[in-house]
């Protein structure tokens, strides 16, 4: 089975572009989180999605939104990209909304903001 | 605030030695614990989860314990090998805020001398 997937891969940006970053979850998973990993750092929390509705919202500015599909694939998408927003993006994704659910995490998008 | 620290940030050992990697939490009100393998510049791996009611967790070579009530957990890696070399994370799920956020710690780089 395939485990999380995200596209693309690799990014280059300039500071104030938008940028629009894809993650499949698991088969049968419902939930998808987000979180920015920043070189040296442990992942920060940015935003949880379970059937297609936003059920958590971490300390990130408006320009960070998402959103989950029917098929419970996500976006996430940042506006007016500034250098700070250089990092590692990671997808994880879980069976439901159970906090006991074991998350899974997808290899991650680099972002590079010139 | 749950804060989670990871001490030391880097550790070098030979191969085949028996180690102890340590993770503290300032709050002990969560629903479990779960430890990741990071490579470089890749996504998180999970190795495993302690449910809030576990003492421990094994799996292979590896072995987690929880001491919730002391806000420590530990990593047992036995007869560590060159390919056990990676970044080492602990992130706990606290009982408060979105169900899905992990709060993590900062990682220990682990490196494993042939």
């Known amino acids: 089975d395939a485990g999380v997937t995200q596209s693309p891969t690799h990014l280059i940006k300039t500071r104030g572009q938008h940028v629009t970053l894809r993650c499949s979850p698991i088969?049968?998973?419902?939930?998808v989180s987000w979180y920015q990993q920043v070189l040296g750092q442990g992942p920060q929390f940015i935003f949880q999605y379970y059937e297609k509705e936003e059920r958590g919202r971490g300390n990130f500015p408006d320009r960070f939104s998402a959103r989950q599909f029917p098929n419970y694939s996500s976006e996430l998408n940042v506006n007016a990209l500034l250098l700070g927003d250089s990092a590692l993006y990671l997808c994880a994704s879980s069976l439901g909304w159970s906090p006991n659910n074991e998350q899974f995490f997808g290899p991650g998008t680099r972002l590079t903001v010139l | 605030k749950q804060e989670v620290t990871q001490i030391p940030a880097a550790l070098s050992v030979p191969e085949g030695e028996n180690l102890v990697l340590n993770c503290s939490f300032t709050?002990?009100?969560?629903?479990?614990l779960q430890w990741f393998r990071q490579d470089p510049g890749k996504g998180l791996t999970s190795l495993l989860l302690i449910q809030s009611s576990q003492r421990e967790q094994t799996s292979g070579r590896l072995n987690a314990s929880l001491d919730k009530s002391s806000g420590r957990s530990t990593l047992y890696i036995a007869a560590s090998q060159p390919g056990d070399s990676a970044t080492y994370l602990c992130?706990?799920?606290?009982?408060?805020?979105?169900?899905?956020?992990?709060?993590f710690g900062k990682g220990i780089t682990l490196s494993v001398r042939p």
């Open positions: 709050d002990s009100a969560i629903y479990n």
């Open positions: 992130a706990v799920r606290p009982r408060t805020g979105a169900n899905s956020k992990l709060t």
């Open positions: 088969s049968g998973h419902k939930s």
